[in-house]
């Protein structure tokens, strides 16, 4: 009789869902199916290992608001656009520039709340976003190369500093900041082509850049050799 009666078949009325045993709540939407006064400790249990989705429910809902008012934005300023355009105005346009930083806005947004339990990838990619809308930035506003000739050099030379503190300051993940370290030291490897190139003029900031990059990696391989090395032989399969 017991066993007929833990096989029994429920459906929620509500989500739709079937399941077998007797439960207080519906497992997927948490609605009530039978009464209280029937739950034992068993039945608690079963209710209590599944988790609450009230947090998931409001990033959603955020996520929603911050969408249509980007999309609000690039509307408005497309349409102020047009009408300094009809009324023959003298006007700089705006459109492609709120487009920008709504992108870049957004981009950072959604990078921030993916990455955020993994700083060193999200200060990564947030970086990277940054760089490309400096760059956009510029080329939108008639190129005067200060995205490419300032920004770019002082970037690499921040992020060298960034891992390289964290790398020491954070021990329990100190092994991962090894090949972000080196992918910063690559970035400055590409500043100095660039120079060599003749797209940077700035020879002065990319010097200062190079060589506290370089001394950097020199400290990384005295105090941190080992675990430094061990780590890019296992990320490179080396």
Known sequence: MDTDKKRKTIRCQKCGLTFSGERVYCPLCKKRIIDEGTEDSSIKEDFDIFPVTQKKQADFIFMKIVTFAALAAVIVAGMVDRMMVLSDRTWQPIFFLVVIGVAGGYALLIVGQRKWKNIRKMVMYEVIIGMI??????????????????????????????????GFVDRKHQTDYGIYFLLTIMATVLVVILVCVGVMHNTMLVTVTTGIGVLLLIAKIIFQGKTFLSELSRRLHV
């Open 133 to 166: 809308l400096c760059i956009a930035y510029d080329w939108y506003t008639g190129w005067k190369g200060w995205s490419v000739q300032i920004v770019l050099p002082l970037t690499v030379v921040g992020m060298n500093l960034l891992y390289f503190i964290l």
